[in-house]
């Protein structure tokens, strides 16, 4: 990859303080400008950001992208360079990289990032990530900037859930059910599940249908039920809905409301869903 305009930035470390201007004139004295993905990520939180980045990279130009959530700073965790097919990325060796990297094309070389002597142990990402960041971007080849690592042995984050299994059917269910770990909920209070909209439609879970959803703050231990839609438009205000958000995820959420405060969930959380059958004597929930 040949010299790039830009590097795309991502962090944990807010807007109150001089972080992320520290970091953008790192850059810029290299003459290298930054495109922010966000750097409001929840502080330590690896997972959150890990997932933001591998959900926005595809959308952005053949780049380097820059990373840092790194609550393991200066310990003995590395910094690396990941080269992919559709750019290199750049950050801790904590699993933060690499979904991105999955997106990109997979790791095709990567590289161990050192300290210089006397760099502060607290700010990694102004002293070791943004300069190598930097270097990249103005064409240095990645083996210049440490020594090689095999990419198997990049550290991975373990995998979230999302598993189709066929428990033992009822009369108002199907056989079929779906869990799905949520991986995000948005400042709008949408909730992110793990599976894919494949998945939602494999157990017979779109628009039109009525999805039962346990594991979710429900009135007196019933089950939730609620309508697969395409939009937030899908439903009246107020209320639930079961769709595939812009990732191409399924998701939860409430028109002009807060779904993950309505159902209580939050990352990390498991949901089982499954379709809705009316009985007979019976008006669907």
Do not use: K, W
Not at 148 to 153: E, H, I, K, L
Not at 235 to 251: F, I, Q, R
């Amino acid at each position: 990859m040949g010299p790039v305009p830009h590097v795309s930035f991502l962090t944990d470390y807010g807007l109150a303080d001089g972080f992320v201007a520290a970091c953008h004139g790192v850059l810029l004295r290299r003459g290298v400008s930054a495109l922010d993905i966000t750097h409001l990520i929840d502080p330590g939180d690896v997972r959150r950001g890990a997932a933001v980045l591998a959900q926005t990279v595809r959308y952005l130009p053949v780049s380097v992208h820059l990373a840092v959530v790194d609550p393991g700073v200066g310990t003995s965790r590395r910094g690396v360079v990941l080269v992919t097919p559709g750019g290199m990325l750049v950050g801790p060796d904590n699993g933060l990289l690499t979904p991105a990297a999955a997106v990109l094309g997979g790791v095709t070389e990567s590289v161990a990032l050192a300290a210089r002597p006397g760099v502060p142990a607290t700010f990694h990402g102004r002293d070791v990530f943004a300069p190598a960041a930097a270097e990249l971007a103005i064409g240095t080849p990645p083996a210049a900037l440490g020594q090689p690592v095999d990419p198997a042995a990049i550290v991975r984050l373990p995998p979230v859930l999302a598993r189709v299994s066929q428990p033992e059917a009822r009369a108002d269910r199907a056989a079929t059910e779906l869990e799905a770990e949520v991986v995000l909920v948005d400042r709008f209070g949408n909730v992110q599940l793990a599976a894919t909209g494949d998945l939602l439609a494999d157990v017979g879970l779109v628009p039109g249908q009525r999805a039962e959803v346990r594991g979710v703050t429900a009135r007196e231990g019933t089950p939730l039920v609620l309508p697969v839609g395409v939009t937030f438009g899908s439903v009246e205000p107020g209320e639930l809905v079961l769709y595939v958000d812009s990732a191409g995820m399924a998701a939860f959420a409430v028109r002009d409301g807060d779904a993950a405060s309505r159902l209580g969930l939050a990352p990390g959380d498991v949901v089982t869903l499954c379709p809705r059958r009316a009985r007979p004597d019976r008006a669907p929930v």
